[in-house]
């Protein structure tokens, strides 16, 4: 591609991503002169973070579109064309469990669940029995594809498994379970499985890409709530007693967290770039593996695959980079003031707004859009797709803190969540069902679970009576089941918009 041609395309995806992080800077000024009062003192380098996160975010979609969804779809097309379905399983296991293990997000969830609960919770097992879940949803997922099973059968199958579970899980767990369904799709993860999904669905004959090629993500979200519940279930047998007694582990845990998020230095960024080296080394392994062993075929276009695979590194790297200069320390440290303030809708505002800002510019979410698009001819608008996805965080997310401060059960917002998903899907039109199903995994990634889960833990911690255990968790569960049921309410609208316009 001539340069003059690649400068305009990267200058097109700069301006979007400028647009996608709008939505954030108003949210934050607008709680910054509201609540806080001041101009922050450090307000060059947020300003500086945030122009190095949407250049990171041009990077990525860059890259995507250059290397990880050309190879993801090649090497879906080429285990069709094999016709090994031992291979492709395993395929699908070891790239499902390789992308999770070394997951950043859950290694911080896993590692905040072994503080507070004395080490009961072991953050290395956690982290196996979610990536072992992980790679059976994306083994399960691929063989629904091969066998042409509509969707919603599994899913809702696996929602009935999760709400009995649920009655025999100890408290302590279920949050952590829910959570867990929500941080195991990376950025990275995310776009590659979309397109192995698609890849495969467009190889075999009687399947469509849009109704058949989506849905690996909503396994990945799913699983992990059935695996994590069981392991809880096995260590509280064996180590009944509470772990209420941990309350100020806690709080020096998010203390940390928060304290880490704010002093940032630039000796960092060689850190985070190895960090994300690390993170996608395991996915790389497992695919150039997979292609030269048993594929046994070179990489088509060898040379702009590599180009894309370096841009969504580069692109990844000063997205996060951006996010510890600019977002972080202003974000968390206004979820944290609003926790110690007495006006709780001012908690559900933020709560709602930082849901709904975060959300448009989550670059998981962003791949899985054009992704749809593209494959539904048009029918699906990319952008009012991730509107109605940051709807439905937004108010997932706000619900979710109402929960934390009437102190409910979390498992009871949870159920009634899942029979509303379950009711929708019987109207819901065929080719928005996966989409829908698959929008509530990537709505949980780089930019929105550590607001969230800061969120979530201050309440937990501020509010008399709270345990930061039981009810600090789940706010990420919330934001990852709402989205389902905002997706496919667009889904019935469009449909009936559509009809009503055939009519006339």
Request: hydrophobic share 55%; net charge neutral; aromatic share 12%.
């Given at each position: ?20 992080l ?7 000024a607008?709680?910054?002169?509201a ?79 072994a503080?507070?609960s ?27 594809i091969?066998?042409?099973h ?29 959570d ?24 075999i004959?009687?399947?469509n ?10 396994f ?32 020096e ?15 960092d ?25 048993v ?21 990844l ?13 202003i ?30 510019a ?61 009711a ?9 069902i ?32 709270r ?11 919330f ?7 905002t997706?496919m309410g ?15």
């Amino acid at each position: 591609m001539p340069v003059g041609e690649s400068a305009k395309l990267f200058l097109g995806d700069l301006k979007n991503a400028f647009k996608d992080l709008l939505p954030i800077v108003a949210v934050v000024a607008l709680f910054q002169a509201a609540v806080v009062r001041a101009v922050p003192e450090n307000l060059v380098p947020i300003l500086v973070g945030l122009f190095i996160v949407a250049v990171g975010l041009a990077l990525f979609i860059r890259g995507l579109e250059l290397g990880i969804f050309p190879i993801g779809e090649n090497l879906a097309t080429d285990f069709a064309r094999k016709g090994s379905l031992f291979w492709l399983l395993l395929f699908a296991f070891t790239i499902g469990f390789s992308t999770t293990v070394a997951e950043p997000a859950l290694i911080a969830i896993a590692e905040k669940a072994a503080a507070i609960s004395d080490g009961k919770i072991d953050a290395f097992f956690l982290r196996m029995t979610v990536a072992a879940s992980v790679g059976f949803a994306i083994t399960l997922g691929v063989f629904r594809i091969l066998t042409g099973h509509p969707i919603q059968y599994y899913i809702i199958a696996g929602y009935v498994l999760v709400v009995a579970i649920t009655f025999f899980a100890p408290p302590e767990i279920v949050g952590l379970a829910y959570d867990s369904g929500g941080v195991t799709t990376s950025t990275v993860t995310v776009p590659l499985v979309a397109a192995l999904g698609i890849g495969l669905a467009s190889s075999i004959k009687g399947r469509n890409p849009t109704i058949d090629g989506f849905g690996l993500i909503a396994f990945a979200s799913l699983t992990p709530m059935i695996f994590v519940q069981l392991y809880g279930i096995a260590v509280y047998a064996f180590s009944p007693e509470s772990a209420h007694e941990s309350l100020m582990v806690m709080e020096e845990a998010v203390k940390e967290t928060v304290e880490a998020h704010q002093r940032f230095a630039w000796s960092d960024i060689v850190w985070d770039l190895l960090a994300v080296v690390k993170d996608v080394a395991p996915i790389l392994a497992v695919i150039f593996l997979f292609q030269y062993l048993v594929i046994k075929k070179p990489v088509a276009h060898l040379r702009r695959v590599a180009v894309g695979i370096v841009l969504v590194i580069l692109g990844l790297y000063a997205f996060i980079v951006g996010l510890e200069m600019g977002l972080f320390p202003i974000g968390e440290t206004i979820a944290f003031q609003l926790t110690t303030m007495g006006s709780v809708w001012l908690i559900y505002l933020f709560a709602f707004l930082i849901g709904f800002s975060t959300t448009m510019a989550e670059p998981s979410l962003l791949a899985i859009a054009i992704k749809a698009k593209e494959v539904s001819d048009g029918r699906i608008d990319d952008f009012v797709l991730r509107v109605a996805v940051a709807i439905g965080v937004a108010i997932g997310i706000a619900l979710g803190a109402y929960r934390i401060v009437a102190g409910d059960a979390l498992h009871t917002y949870i159920i009634v969540g899942y029979l509303v998903v379950i009711a929708l899907t019987w109207f819901a039109p065929r080719y928005i069902i996966p989409i829908a199903y698959d929008s509530g995994g990537v709505t949980t990634s780089t930019v929105t679970v550590p607001l969230v889960a800061a969120l979530g833990l201050g309440l937990a911690q501020n509010i008399p009576g709270r345990d930061p255990l039981v009810d600090g968790f789940g706010l990420i569960a919330f934001a990852s089941l709402f989205p389902m049921i905002t997706v496919m309410g667009y889904g019935i609208y469009a449909q009936h918009f559509a009809r009503k316009e055939a009519r006339r």
